[in-house]
């Protein structure tokens, strides 16, 4: 049980990236205007961007407002690839644990930070069936922009449960029956020779640190990817993919 009574999983008061975020690329606006627990509020868009989108922002009651993509590279930065549309939404409510479906693979991080790294993992997760992403209210990027845009679509497509206390949130996944699986590069058990079943609950940690202490004392069980070459580690986002595919053709 969390603190104070709650249990770890459940919606925060407020949520403390609240308020209207932006969003560019053309898969991570086409996810969100496709997503109606998406709210949405207003598109910039140049010729070609708002044409390709038509369809989308017509259903949504959008009218772009059309721009030149100087105008993008002026609000967004020059080095930006924004593909010619921002749109201005609002946040997706969290989900809490119980929310989330726990009949395969949940992808769990634990406080990593870097927004590329989260959304290319999201982008993973979406691409091999994961059934959601647990991560950290604190210690974890912004849901919008720059993860958005890595995660290509995916932060709209894959259920996101933000919990105060990660090794809380494992323990109750533990009482649901999820094994957790934390992957550890000094671990001696491999993945492949690693028992998988579902439900399942692959826990990665931030580059560098690694799992933190107590979300190893999480674990069911770590292990590590097997590579060939002495340039043995894989970034965060590598090891998601391969550990989500894996699970994908093994699990039983």
Known sequence: MARGGARAGRKPAKNPDSGRVQLFGLHAVEAALANEKRPVYAIQATENAAHRLGPLTARRGLEPKRVLPKALDRQLGADTVHQGVLLEVGQLESLTLEELDLSGTLLVLDQVTDPHNVGAALRSAAAFGAKGLVMTQRHSPPLSGVLAKSASGALDLVPIAQVRNLAEAMAELGEQGVTRLGLAEESELALEEAPLTYPLAL???????????????????????????????????NAAAVALHWAQVRVK
């Open 203 to 237: 826990v990665l940690g931030a580059e560098g640190r690694g799992l933190r202490q107590l979300t190893r004392d999480h674990c069911d069980v770590l292990c590590r990817i097997s590579t060939v070459s002495a340039f043995a580690s894989l970034n965060v986002s």
